[in-house]
């Protein structure tokens, strides 16, 4: 049965309120889409832009009825939104990409072993779930090594390098009890992504591989495309599209890479929606990430991922959003800000990009 193509006045409903939600829904009031986000946040990103917001948790159930007949459409921008609200809407409205894609893309053992059953490399690992593990596990993938939670981890958070076996009882001590992941320290040239976009019918489309330059732990710069040779750039967007596919995602999948010194591609994380590597493609590209994603999810044809113009970009993190005004006054800079009040350290509070000569 083909699924009922959205078009304009059809309303999209964004689970999360943050900026990704906010760059959606400016996308989608191009296209003549309203959007209703569904977050937690008071004066969120998202909320200040959206045709409506709702403010609930997520597993109120009430609020989330009223959200699934107010909308013809759920996505999300946030991967950490609980399974079970997809699973109490998904009877309801369409959701995409679905509870399934979550259930694997949220624990990172089951990632990694999704991805090796679908013929990606990944840095070597082993579950741990106690010091005793731990240990065993530092005797099978030697040091330095990486423990990370298995859940809700990111920019950093959620993981510690261990370089040495007597640091094992304090990084178990900082993060256990939780359910851990050790992974094998990975030698990496570059840091890599590739953003790929499926549509409900199964079409495939992906964005050039890009590269990623963190500071602290967050992205800091994206370069795109990635240079890199071409047959590595293929070998990336290839693994990239067949775990797409075999993940049985609608909309967006960000894999996040390593590059090794001899050409290697070693898959790090995957996340289920636009992605801060792929902010480049507002200008950059000939659809944006956020477009794509709602062509992805609204039955609409995929657009062209065509780059436009090699690009930079820049987060601005926590105080960098105070200089707002030189990036208006640098005529090649395209100055993004999300609306956030406070700037905190290790907030994203914009981007900038800037277009080059080919």
């Known amino acids: 049965m ?16 943050g900026q990704l939600g906010r760059m959606l829904a400016l996308a989608a009031a191009r296209l003549g889409l309203r959007t209703h986000v569904f977050g937690q946040e008071v004066d969120s990103p998202a909320s200040q832009v959206a045709t409506a917001a709702t403010r609930a948790a997520y597993d109120d159930l009430a609020a989330l009825d009223r959200f699934a007949a107010a909308v013809d459409v759920v996505t999300l921008e946030f991967e ?86 007597d640091e094992a009882g304090a990084a178990w001590a900082r993060l256990g009890p939780a359910p851990c992941i050790l992974e094998a320290w990975v030698p990496f040239e570059r840091e890599l992504s590739v953003i790929v976009a499926r549509g409900v019918d199964g079409a495939i489309t992906s964005y050039v591989p890009v590269e990623n330059r963190h500071e602290h732990h967050i992205l800091a710069v994206t370069l795109a495309p990635a240079g890199i040779p071409q047959d590595v750039a293929a070998a ?19 894999v996040e890479m390593f590059l090794t010194a001899d050409g290697r591609v070693i898959v790090n994380e995957l996340a289920p929606r636009t992605h801060n590597s792929g902010h480049w493609t507002i200008e950059g590209a000939a659809t944006s990430q956020f477009e794509q994603q709602l062509r992805a999810v609204c039955g609409m044809p995929l657009g062209s991922p065509a780059v436009i113009a090699p690009a930079e970009m820049r987060n601005l993190i926590g105080d960098a959003a105070h200089d707002w005004p030189k ?22 509070m914009g981007h900038v990009t800037w277009l080059k000569d080919r």
């Open 80 to 165: 950490n939104i609980p399974t079970a609200t997809l699973d109490h809407l998904a009877p309801q409205v369409p959701t995409r990409p679905g509870a399934h894609v979550l259930r694997v893309t949220q624990d990172r053992l089951l990632e990694k072993d999704f991805v090796t059953a679908t013929g990606g490399t990944t840095a070597g690992y082993r579950a741990v779930d106690s010091l005793a593990d731990l240990e065993s596990a530092i005797d099978a993938l030697g040091l330095p090594a990486v423990l990370k939670t298995r859940r809700f981890g990111y920019d950093g958070k959620g993981q510690v390098k261990i370089s040495a076996r």
């Open 236 to 254: 990336a967007t290839a693994i990239a599209e067949a775990i797409t596919a075999r993940l049985d995602v609608t909309g967006l999948l960000a």
């Open 2 to 17: 083909t699924a009922k193509i959205l078009g304009p006045g059809a309303t999209v409903g964004i689970l999360g309120d």
């Open 327 to 348: 990036y208006l006054a640098d005529p090649r800079a395209k100055l993004h800000l999300y609306g956030k009040a406070e700037a905190r350290p290790g907030r994203k």
